[in-house]
């Protein structure tokens, strides 16, 4: 460990910029924590250097209590993220700070023993392709230890520490509670769902916002370690149907419950809405590569003659799109799925009784959805909530349905049912069954992202992860929450790949089962495969990317 980085910065003034390499090695910041180059920086214009930045447990000073869990310190380290990100505001040094929601982050790690480590980006400063000395020392033995300093458990909201402990701990004892109260979902009676606007995913605000009320049919009471006695409304197992008129507040239900797999800030409004963490929403997305999906319980006898347990397309319509989706979460394992009749394909969905009877069976290739969902529940487990506004034929199937009325739900399941027998649809049943899901064998060669050359793979933007020579386009993943998520998609496919994980044998549930055992899927393990800001995701997020990589390609 060094001591003398101010000397050596003022020594390297005015040499060439290649120079800063010297920088390797560990130093000791004012203030005692210690700072690491991880990666330098080639010349002025490159990506900025990459930092790491170590607390030892005095100098950081967290209490034990706050170390207790892994839950209590991801608490504790998104916390500190954004207190860091917060800190940096629009200067030089670049802290992901994370949003709403509390996930592993590799910007801030906190150990059991209370180690914090802080990773950033810092550009480093050039006159030109010369080193600017005095700037340098400006960045690294000024503002980068006044950053550090705030992070001291002394410098810190005490209260708003533990207003996030006792957060998260709530959101996930409260997932965990779920199953045995056989339900999907819950939404806190309270809760604030609608965000602020389509592009900030804060809390919306204003006398026009109204809380969530829950319908006494549904209302439930959960005990929770720290907010105790909360009473809302419980999704069921099962088929649930949102109905209400356009604009009284489905979707922004159904997006709550999307993003309930994580557990939010405090004041964030969905605090304790929770989904189950094997919830995953499904979309049409035409244009999407689909790599041999068994699709047959809703497509088969299509024009071409192509075997649809066995499908495969470069460019997929809007309902083939959704089918494999579907076929593919429920292959990577999930066991509740959301759908939203505002990304559906209409023709997957539903199909009506002069439909039927306009377009004979045999020259219609799809099965409706209406057909499948109910067997979906009763013979693979697999739940469904599915906002429709727009058909009342999902009333026959659904287990509940919900009214959604100026943005207050009632039960209005009972109605629904009266409803059925009163004005019968006149369709015909389609399908009895949903068969079971094909699991598949991804070739490892395939996933390599050096296959055609170009071995880099990054995060581009929120919603594209580029991969090797090919373009991951994750804007139909809805579940996915920033860009650093993406990259954490990228590094955890190199896992699955480099981990022996995706070996030619596996399926692919198989060898995502193999990286959660192993470890894989946490912050630890993806920073061994490169040291850079992303976000933790779940191993539905990494199925769905490699679903979508063009290059895929099944061996069985
Ligand atoms: P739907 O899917 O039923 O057409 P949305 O969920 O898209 O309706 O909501 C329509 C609008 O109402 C959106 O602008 C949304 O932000 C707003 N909104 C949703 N829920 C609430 C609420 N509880 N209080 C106030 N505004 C809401
Ligand atoms: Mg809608």
């Keep these: 460990v060094r001591q003398d980085l101010d000397d050596v910065l003022r020594g390297m003034d005015g040499a060439p910029y290649g120079q800063y390499k010297r920088l390797s090695g560990v130093w000791r910041l004012d203030g005692g924590a210690l700072l690491r180059v991880v990666r330098g920086q080639a010349d002025p214009f490159a990506p900025p250097a990459r930092l790491a930045v170590r607390l030892d447990p005095a100098t950081a000073g967290l209490p034990p209590e706050l170390?207790?869990?892994?839950?209590r310190r991801r608490a504790v380290a998104a916390r500190l993220a954004a207190t860091a990100a917060r800190e940096a505001g629009d200067g030089p040094l670049r802290v992901d700070g994370g949003g709403q929601e509390v996930l592993h982050r590799s910007s801030c790690v906190v150990d059991p023993d209370g180690t914090v480590t802080l990773r950033l980006g810092a550009p480093l400063p050039g006159r030109g392709r010369r080193i600017d000395g005095p700037a340098a020392r400006r960045l690294l033995c000024g503002q980068l230890p006044e950053l550090v300093a705030q992070l001291a458990f002394d410098r810190l909201d005490e209260a708003a520490l533990w207003r996030q402990v006792a957060c998260v701990e709530d959101s996930v004892a409260l997932r965990e509670q779920l199953p045995a109260l056989g339900l999907v979902a819950f939404v806190a009676d309270g809760a604030v769902l609608p965000r602020r606007s389509g592009v900030s995913d804060r809390p919306a605000r204003g006398p026009e916002v109204v809380p969530f009320a829950s319908p006494p049919e549904l209302r439930t009471t959960v005990r929770l370690p720290h907010a105790g006695e909360v009473s809302g409304m419980g999704v069921p197992e099962g088929v649930t149907l949102v109905v209400g008129g356009g604009f009284h507040g489905k979707s922004t239900v159904l997006r709550a419950l999307e993003s309930g797999v994580w557990d939010h800030v405090p004041g964030d409004g969905r605090e304790l809405v929770v989904s189950r963490a094997d919830t995953v929403?499904?979309?049409?997305?035409?244009?999407?590569?689909?790599?041999?999906?068994?699709?047959?319980?809703?497509?088969?006898?299509?024009?071409?003659?192509?075997?649809?347990?066995?499908?495969?397309?470069?460019n997929a319509s809007g309902s083939t799109s959704q089918a494999a989706s579907l076929c593919e979460a429920v292959e990577a394992g999930a066991r509740v799925l959301l759908i939203d009749e505002d990304t559906a394909?209409?023709?997957?969905?539903?199909?009506?009784?002069?439909?039927?009877?306009?377009?004979?069976?045999?020259?219609e290739p799809l099965t409706p959805f209406v057909d499948l969902v109910g067997s979906l529940h009763r013979d693979h487990g697999v739940s469904t909530v599915l906002v429709m506004g727009g058909s009342g034929d999902y009333m026959e199937v659904a287990d509940r349905v919900l009214l959604m009325d100026a943005y207050r739900p009632a039960d209005v399941t009972a109605r629904a049912r009266a409803l059925v027998a009163e004005v019968p649809t006149g369709r015909t049943t389609e399908a009895d069954r949903f068969p079971a899901?094909?699991?598949?064998v991804p070739d490892p060669d395939s996933l390599d992202p050096a296959v055609r050359g170009r071995p880099k793979v990054r995060a581009r933007g929120a919603d594209t992860l580029s991969y090797g020579e090919d373009d991951i386009d994750l804007r139909a993943v809805a579940q996915l929450t920033d860009s650093r998520q993406v990259a954490g998609v990228g590094l955890a496919l190199r896992e699955l790949l480099r981990g022996g994980h995706v070996d030619g044998r596996r399926t692919l549930a198989a060898a995502l089962d193999r990286l959660e055992a192993d470890g894989g899927l946490t912050t630890e393990a993806l920073l061994a495969v490169r040291d850079e800001d992303f976000a933790v995701p779940r191993?539905?997020?990494?199925?769905?990317?490699?679903?979508?990589?063009?290059?895929?390609r099944i061996a069985a």
């Design 539 to 552: 191993r539905h997020e990494v199925a769905a990317a490699l679903n979508r990589l063009r290059s895929l």
């Design 67 to 71: 170390l207790t869990s892994d839950d």
């Design 437 to 440: 899901v094909t699991h598949r």
């Design 345 to 363: 394909a209409t023709n997957l969905m539903i199909r009506d009784a002069r439909m039927q009877a306009l377009v004979a069976a045999d020259r």
């Design 281 to 314: 929403k499904v979309r049409a997305e035409d244009g999407r590569r689909v790599a041999r999906v068994d699709v047959h319980a809703f497509v088969d006898n299509l024009p071409t003659g192509a075997d649809t347990a066995d499908f495969s397309t470069d």
